[in-house]
């Protein structure tokens, strides 16, 4: 075990610190980890872990709903640089325009949002729990933000209800296309295509699999196939590589990289932990309380 990991698990256990990693962060972040999943596992944990702070490797708006859930913790983002892109792409003025055109519709934020923003919200979704959650709410007319192909994918499956769609989304899913898909399939045609539904439909269209960050990792290990295409950010394809010497994994694309996922280091986490690093998310009451309610709606119906 390497100095670093050592000093992170002694101070770690000596100050009753929880560790959560999301399943992007690298093999070194995540060997530290209490807990690694994906985002709607994450916010499930972050619930429960009985520790009275808790340090979240991930990016901003995932610190965010730790707090949310838990504002008697102590609260801290490793790397306070690591933002998502796509939560900050519409801010609650625009939203709240939006809603004026349809006030019938009830709105489902994408947890990739900020507090802020999940202010106006009726309930969260991650990309693992969004199909079901959109079933299972009683209202028929969904205004789904911010990201319109995760929202494409939910319509598709939910049929019987009626969508309204914004045009946000994430940068790096959304940059990889059917022409990816097709050179990867002829140049490893026995592969199983995964994505995840952060990518474009005609990307989406093209998969055997589709599913979150472990939803994606899950399918893999268990299916008696060996050789896979990844359709999301990279750290998966090496996660899995780790996991499970037998099989092969090839990334969609080189493309497939988030950059403020990939800015957590392992000294990052000690810094936090020794004091010197990270950032205290702190959230202004009267924001938490309007925005903890859709995230609360969201683990009642996610389950
Ligand atoms: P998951 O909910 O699948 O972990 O996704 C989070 C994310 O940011 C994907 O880009
Ligand atoms: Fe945000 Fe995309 Fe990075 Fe996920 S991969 S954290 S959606 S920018």
Redesign the pocket.
Same mark, same amino acid.
């Given at each position: 075990m390497n100095g670093v990991k050592q000093k992170i698990l002694k101070l770690k256990a000596e100050k009753d610190v929880c560790i959560l990693a =999301?399943?992007?962060m690298s093999e070194e972040v995540c060997s530290v980890a209490d807990f690694v999943g994906?985002?709607?596992a994450l916010a499930v944990k972050a619930k429960d872990a009985p520790q009275s702070v808790v340090i979240m490797c991930g990016?901003r708006f995932m610190a965010e709903t730790v707090k949310m859930l838990s504002p008697h913790k102590r609260v801290i983002l490793s790397n306070p640089k690591a933002g998502?892109a796509m939560a900050e792409q519409f801010d609650k003025e625009v939203i709240l325009e939006v809603k004026k055109r349809y006030p019938d519709y009830a709105v489902v934020a994408y947890?990739?949002t900020t507090a802020e923003l999940k202010t106006v919200a009726d309930v969260c979704v &991650?990309?693992?729990s969004a199909v079901k959650i959109c079933r299972a709410m009683p209202e028929k007319n969904i205004l789904f933000i911010p990201d319109i192909n995760l929202g494409t994918y939910v319509s598709q499956k939910v049929p019987e209800k009626n969508f309204k769609l914004l045009s946000g989304g994430?940068p790096? =899913?959304a940059q990889v296309e059917a022409a990816d898909v097709l050179k990867a399939k002829s140049a490893h045609p026995d592969a199983l295509f995964l994505v =995840?539904p952060?990518c474009r439909p005609e990307v989406v269209s093209l998969a055997d699999y589709v599913g979150? &960050? &472990?939803?994606i990792m899950d399918y893999a290990e268990k299916s008696d196939k060996t050789q896979f295409i990844i359709g &999301?950010?990279n750290s998966i394809t090496e996660h899995l590589r780790v996991k499970c010497p037998d099989k092969e994994f090839y990334p969609l694309s080189d493309r497939l990289v988030?950059g403020n996922?990939r800015i957590t280091t392992p000294e990052d986490v000690l810094k936090c932990l020794e004091g010197t690093g990270g950032e205290e998310i702190f959230i202004d009451e009267d924001v938490r309380v309007k925005a903890v309610k859709c995230i609360e709606r969201m683990i009642k119906l996610g389950g």
């Open positions: =999301h399943s992007y994906d985002s709607y990016v998502c947890v990739n &991650t990309s693992s994430c790096a =899913h =995840h952060e979150s &960050t &472990t939803g &999301t950010e988030c996922m």
